[in-house]
């Protein structure tokens, strides 16, 4: 027993001591060997082509996007909006490749000093520019990616070699795309209708538009449609332009007229405040509804304009500010508007324009009549203490313009205008409030219940009462 007990014992520290002499050689052999994630790294020993080739790459993008940029500029001027769009959305996947070739340097060891930058993007004509980019993309297919992708294999470097094969299935796309605008840049309904909105892969950086949008996934990096990244030229329009340059004029008009209300108040011109302040809340209406057209369009909403601080003079010269402003808004500003966007195809934004130029004018007019007769108080108090805005285009009428029917600028019926009075003319007043129908309904329902209350008093009183006198 003792004996056999003894050889039990010696045989199972035998077989203990192989399996852990052979954990220990496994684990040592895995322990030393580099992390999956770094299997490419290495220093530019070790991959010395792949390497220099990496540079040429990232020059290559680098200058690629900055002449993309530049034609998307021209193209832009030229107002071939959707040939913009697609060299903006081109652009952006040629930043990414460029991008990502100089993380695979980084981790190789390359001074972060030293990154490619671009050189200076020689644009020519549209269709010039077109060709260049078509060249410099099928030799970038063709030549360029194709050779450093067949290096990157023969030394090892699959990280390299990734981004090579994706590059260079995108380039060819970039290129087929170039080649189908080229033929087709004189056919702007083509153009519009294949280009107004083009999409890039995120991953390989290949561009589609409607004549060549994958089914399902990116043929060149399979990755879902889902995730390609939109681009509308609807942002590169002179329209979009426009409606911020609208925005921030109305909303500085919305503050100044403000501030220049305050000022008449302050000088006792109750009837000039009345007019800027409801002239003020058509200014602001024009910029909210400015505002979601461009929402619409795909603007930031942390972009909207704010007001600049106004410049507040006499009520005279206030007056001269804001009839020039007005003049200037109606004759010129949003004249030109309107024509752009009627031949952008824009009908919202020309719908808000032709009827802010309609409002403008008539603004223009109040502040001519209420400067001549700025010394009359009479004529002012019997004209302008109350005063009428159109809520749809923000015309702006009083006693001396206020239409017989409909508004002459929108056609919308004058029972529907919303009414600023002066609160007590006859005592001098001191302040100005809108009539927008609100106060009427506050002070009902302040009344009823005030009456409900005296009610209610009396009923608990006069139980009160009966429960006194039964107990009696
Ligand atoms: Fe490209
Ligand atoms: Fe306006
Ligand atoms: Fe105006």
Not at 129 to 140: H, K, M, P, V
Request: proline share 4%.
């Amino acid at each position: 027993m003792r004996l056999s007990n003894v050889t039990v014992v010696r045989r199972i520290p035998d077989k203990i001591l192989v399996f852990l002499l052979v954990l220990v050689f496994v684990l040592a052999g895995v322990l030393t060997l580099p992390p999956i994630s770094l299997q490419a790294a290495g220093t530019k020993d070790d991959y010395p082509l792949t390497y220099d080739n990496l540079f040429d790459a990232v020059q290559g993008e680098t200058n690629a996007n900055a002449a993309y940029l530049a034609f998307a500029q021209k193209a832009k001027d030229d107002g071939l909006f959707q040939v913009a769009n697609l060299f903006t959305a081109t652009a952006a996947a040629e930043k990414k490749h460029a991008d990502e070739e100089w993380e695979i340097l980084l981790a190789l060891g390359a001074d972060p000093a030293d990154r490619p930058v671009a050189g200076a993007p020689t644009v020519g004509t549209t269709a010039q520019n077109l060709q260049a980019a078509f060249d410099g993309e099928t030799y970038e297919y063709t030549v360029m990616y194709d050779g450093f992708l067949a290096t990157a294999q023969a030394e090892g470097n699959t990280d390299a070699a990734r981004i090579f094969r994706l590059a260079k299935g995108a380039e060819e796309i970039h290129a087929g795309n170039f080649s189908n605008v080229t033929t087709n840049l004189s056919n702007a309904n083509y153009l519009k209708d294949n280009y107004s909105v083009v999409y890039r892969c995120p991953v390989c950086g290949a561009v589609y538009s409607k004549n060549n949008l994958p089914a399902a996934n990116c043929p060149v990096c399979n990755v879902a449609k889902a995730n390609f990244v939109a681009y509308s030229s609807d942002v590169l329009t002179q329209t979009y332009a426009n409606l911020f340059a609208a925005v921030q004029g109305e909303t500085n008009a919305n503050a100044a007229y403000l501030a220049f209300a305050q000022k008449a108040k302050d000088d006792g011109l109750f009837q000039v405040a009345n007019l800027f302040l409801a002239t003020a809340a058509a200014e602001k209406k024009h910029a909210d509804e400015e505002w979601e057209i461009l929402l619409a369009l795909g603007a930031d909403p942390a972009d909207r304009p704010v007001a600049a601080a106004p410049v507040v003079g006499t009520t005279v010269e206030n007056l001269q500010t804001a009839f020039d402003g007005e003049t200037y808004e109606y004759t010129v500003m949003y004249d030109g508007f309107l024509t752009t966007a009627q031949a952008e195809g824009n009908t919202d934004a020309a719908r808000i324009f032709r009827l802010a130029k309609g409002a403008e004018e008539i603004h223009a007019g109040n502040f001519s009549n209420v400067t001549t007769n700025l010394s009359n108080a009479n004529y002012l108090k019997d004209n302008y203490s109350v005063v009428y805005r159109c809520p749809v285009c923000g015309a702006v009428y009083s006693k001396n313009n206020l239409p017989a029917a409909n508004c002459p600028v929108c056609n919308v019926a004058k029972a529907n205008f919303i009414v600023y009075q002066v609160s007590s003319p006859g005592s001098g007043g001191g302040t100005t409030t809108p009539d927008t129908g609100e106060t009427p309904s506050v002070l009902w329902m302040t009344m009823s219940s005030f009456v409900l209350i005296v009610i209610g008093s009396s009923c608990v009183a006069v139980s009160r009462k009966k429960r006194v006198l039964l107990a009696s």
